[in-house]
């Protein structure tokens, strides 16, 4: 049993690339999700998705473009990174609608923008 | 607005004394809070959740949380911490009406020495 699985682990970028993280998730989850850590500002939403072809913003999207085209997968891409992307990113998933329910986090990617 | 306060960046107990690690909240309504905790190098792991009903909530490896409506709190507890309960601690926080995101906490690191 899988999970959620995030690539790459480590990712070190120059400033202006364009980067792709991936997320992967094998429970059929309805919900996907995006934070960035950052020390000082823990977790911070980037954008969700409450199913294939229906996502939304988070508290900190600039920068960011995300898709979903099948239930399972969730990428997220900076289209032109710029240093202070520079973070942990943190994919989740959780099961349905119902926002009781726990979300489940993928193992991270680390990003450095140079 | 939803917000969650962590007042110690640091929480530091000797092992085999009881733990607490604080958390407050701020939101509009009655809300679901959660814990989840993250060990180097690795994703968010769900520990404990409040929905409502008693307002002592048991979760994981030993760890409980008390739901203070009035002083807004859910303060995670333990009666005998481990060496290997060192680890970074994040509450969240959510209203339990209409939609709303999650919204996590800085996070406290917990320190056990032997």
């Known amino acids: 049993d899988a999970g959620i699985t995030q690539s790459p682990r480590y990712k070190i970028t120059e400033t202006g690339r364009q980067v792709t993280l991936m997320c992967h998730q094998t429970w059929s989850h309805s919900y996907m999700f995006w934070y960035r850590q950052d020390l000082g500002h823990g977790l911070r939403l980037i954008y969700y998705s409450a199913a294939a072809d229906i996502t939304d913003k988070g508290e900190v999207p600039d920068g960011y473009v995300v898709s979903r085209s099948k239930t399972e997968n969730f990428p997220l891409t900076l289209e032109s990174a710029t240093r202070s992307q520079t973070s942990v990113y943190f994919c989740a998933s959780r099961v349905d609608s119902r926002s009781y329910n726990e979300q489940f986090f993928g193992p991270g990617t680390r990003l450095t923008v140079l | 607005a939803q917000s969650v306060a962590q007042p110690e960046d640091q929480v530091n107990v000797a092992e085999g004394n009881p733990l607490t690690v604080k958390c407050t909240y701020s939101v509009s309504g009655n809300p679901y809070l959660f814990w989840y905790v993250q060990y180097p190098n690795r994703g968010l792991q769900f520990l404990l959740k409040?929905?409502?009903?008693?307002?002592l909530v048991k979760g994981s490896y030993g760890f409980e949380a008390e739901f203070n409506k009035s002083q807004t709190s859910f303060h995670l507890k333990k009666p005998s911490a481990l060496v290997s309960d060192s680890a970074l601690y994040f509450c969240a926080v959510r209203r339990n009406s209409g939609y709303s995101t999650l919204t996590f906490g800085k996070g406290t690191m917990l320190l056990v020495s032997p």
């Open positions: 409040y929905i409502t009903g008693d307002n």
